[in-house]
């Protein structure tokens, strides 16, 4: 079913859809994402390497000098925030090839929108928390005499059986309903991305109204699909992990320069991987939910 709301068309998205979109898109651009996401790869790790080569080094060497470890702490920040532009400005760059193919890339404004977009992610995913703070306390005023306050609902209370099956139930379910509200947030504001690249803006607010707006009819679709595609990327980093780990393991033995190859080809087949499907997730969204808003480039 489709409506029609601020001029833009929306459809009411399947998980079928979503997946299809999303290997189109993957299939489509898969050069494209290879070459942006693994130069931003070789440059995030020259820059760790730059900046960080000796940090945990000299930490090490000075356990005990406070001032060490809040140098070592603003280096990690430092590159932290450098590689977040670097990876988000290449997001930018990769969903914006994908919809207007042909087009020449805009370095100036996907380093810009891209860590306009972190920002935006960053504040909702702290309004998210202190929403999720805000209920834990209520529920610890409301149930604090049958489960013994909010202490009762945490990982270590369950583990030395302070607390009866009753509480261990409610507990269950309000953490399957914590995560179950981070999934939401989560989908509501997928496509966030993609519509700042679509639109062109460096502005986050853009973005993440029209993502609210439009994801409003598939929400809970959204959250299934969410659900369902990080399940099989666990089950794909754990196999990989296991098969590549174990070979390499045994090939090239315990020696430095072993391990350094091994985290060199983990990082090619499998979490290069995992963040070209990353990236191609939103666009699937995007394109089964609001299919006319970013014109048929890939489908």
Known sequence: MGFNNGGSVMTKMSIGAAFSETFAFLKTNWMQMLLWVGGALVVVGLLGYLFLGSTFTAMAMSAGDPSAAFGALGKIFLFALIASVILYGVCMLIWRGGMHPGEAPNFAWAFQAGPAFAFGTFVVMIAAYIVIIVI???LGIIFGAALGGVGSMSPEALASGAVGGGAIF?????????LAFMLWVQGRFSVAGPVMADRLTRNPVTG??????????SQWKIVG???LFTLALIAYVFVASLIFGGILGAILGGSAVGAILTMIVMAAVVYLPIMMFSFSMPMGIYRAIAPRASGDVFA
């Open 225 to 227: 699909f969410y659900l």
């Open 136 to 138: 834990m306390l209520i």
């Open 208 to 217: 993440f109204a029209e993502s609210w707006r439009i994801t409003a009819a």
């Open 170 to 178: 409610l507990i269950a379910i309000l953490y399957i309903a914590l």
